[in-house]
């Protein structure tokens, strides 16, 4: 049963173009929403993160945007560079004091130049 | 600050042998927490060490799988016998603290393969 599902494998923008990636999620228990960028033969590296409490997060060119009614959030790239081709993993952490990442299968973004 | 370090970067092995990964997490991170990372699949938590207490290991194969953080500083995982579905990244991630504002730094991963 994935909680965390990413339904887009794939991504392809023109750079200096809008890039949307989106996550839904099934488990009302989560809370606190982050998304992680992901280059060939490296680790995952932390990009954003929004609690619950909050619609909106923005950090320079990256925004997140959560909708809890429609158990959604997306990441909002303004302007797409090819330096952001890369796989983006959406994740989730339950309310309380473990911090079980739930992640989703990722999404590949490819900016073309 | 010198990052996660994990060795070895790849390994292959063929099934029912054995294998160990080890990992350095980030200096003065308590926290350090080891992740399976199937093709096509975004990583699944193994187990999670707080110092060199065992936080949550309830998503790992006990009966082949184990971990330990002796003295609370470095981690090894192992495998043993291997199947070939453990086939997968393995990374290992640390953070500060097990709460919202210390996000995981994760290494580079080993890259293991199951023939």
């Known amino acids: 049963d994935q909680q965390v599902k990413q339904n887009s494998p794939s991504l392809s923008v023109q750079e200096g173009r809008i890039s949307i990636l989106n996550c839904d999620y099934t488990n009302s228990m989560f809370d606190y929403f982050l998304w992680y960028k992901k280059y060939p033969a490296e680790g995952p590296t932390f990009l954003i993160s929004?609690?619950?409490?909050?619609d909106k997060n923005e950090d320079g060119r990256f925004t997140v945007f959560l909708n809890k009614s429609a158990k959604h959030l997306s990441l909002h790239i303004v302007p797409s560079q090819p330096g952001d081709s890369a796989v983006y993993f959406c994740a989730a952490l339950p309310d309380g004091s473990a911090r079980q990442l739930t992640f989703g299968s990722g999404t590949q973004l490819t900016v073309l130049p | 600050e010198a990052g996660v370090a994990q060795s070895p970067r790849y390994k292959i092995i063929e099934k029912r042998q054995s294998v160990a990964f080890w990992c350095n997490p980030i200096?003065?991170?308590?926290?350090l927490y080891w992740y399976q990372q199937i093709l096509g699949q975004g990583p699944k938590l193994l187990i999670q060490f707080q110092n060199n207490g065992v936080v949550d290991d309830s998503q790992l194969p006990k009966d082949r799988f184990s971990a330990e953080r002796l003295k609370g500083v470095d981690s090894t995982l192992k495998i043993q016998p291997a199947k070939l579905e453990d086939s997968a990244v393995y990374l290992c991630?640390?953070?500060?603290?097990?709460?919202?504002?210390?996000?995981?730094?994760f290494g580079n991963g080993t890259r293991l393969t199951v023939t």
């Open positions: 929004i609690s619950s409490i909050k």
């Open positions: 991630a640390s953070s500060s603290g097990p709460n919202y504002n210390s996000p995981l730094h």
């Open positions: 200096s003065g991170h308590a926290t």
